[in-house]
């Protein structure tokens, strides 16, 4: 589809076929927190350092994130929950793919929590999400964890390739998951999903070393890139570390050249 892939253009480099996504959906989460006070003024510093995409809520886009610097891939964010909820893994539609269109949106993505007691729901929505996005050619990328009393480890490999296996079964055109802590187990979720898949960066890391063992590990695997949220824009030095990781992933780089970008 034209459309669609024209559209993929703007979340995927066209050059290495890899992306760097920043989500920055945390609002209706948790609240304005650390480096998410200011949206405009963070996302002018995410694409200054060369982000492909961002995630966003519909909110955000209608007050005005861009207007000035650099265009940016926009991925509306289609479902949300509040950590206050007594189910705050359960994420509901809060948007939809026409709102999204009609706000520019370049691409759409969903959350989907396998484990948990709306779990179903979930992959409802995913699949009626998914149905809408092939008739209006757009990208959907399916943010897929394994949470809930059923699960042990959310980064098993054997959960994470479920998850990621989930995302591609129900149409997603990419599938973002979490890290499963090495090449060789990433390499399973990679082979096992027959769209591009993309890392969580998880909560916060300690140190850069950290998260470019991450990065790169992943990429070593196969992966299509990283979609990273509070590692990049509550860094002490966002724009620099989003150039380091886009180097990681669009170049290839060894860790010790990224860290040349100034990520330290």
Known sequence: MIGKAIRMERILDRNSGKTVIVPMDHGITMGPIKGLENMR?????????????IVLHKGIVKAGHRGRGKDVGLIMHLSGSTSMSPEPNTKVPVCTVEEAIKLGAD?????????????????????????????????????????????????????????????????????????????????????????????AGGEKVETDDDLFRMVTGAMEA???????????????????????????????????????AGAE
């Not at 149409?171 to 990679?190: C, L, Q, W």
């Open 41 to 53: 003024d963070t996302i002018g510093k995410m694409v200054d350092g060369g982000a492909n995409a």
């Open 107 to 199: 691409a759409i993505s969903v959350h989907v929590n396998l484990g948990t007691e709306g779990d179903t729901l979930m992959l409802a929505f995913l699949g009626e999400v998914s149905n809408q996005c092939q008739n209006w050619g757009m990208p959907l990328l399916a943010m897929i964890y394994a949470r809930g009393r059923k699960v042990a480890n959310e980064f098993d490999v054997k959960v994470v390739k479920h998850a990621a296996r989930v995302g591609a079964e129900l149409g997603a055109d990419i599938v973002k998951v979490n890290y499963t802590g090495s090449p060789e187990s990433f390499r399973e979720v990679v082979d096992g999903c027959p769209v591009p898949v993309v890392i």
């Open 222 to 260: 196969g992966a299509a890139g990283v979609s990273i949220g509070r590692n990049v824009f509550q860094h002490a030095h966002p724009e620099e570390i989003v150039t380091a990781i886009g180097r990681l992933v669009h170049e290839g780089v060894a860790p010790e050249a990224a860290k040349e």
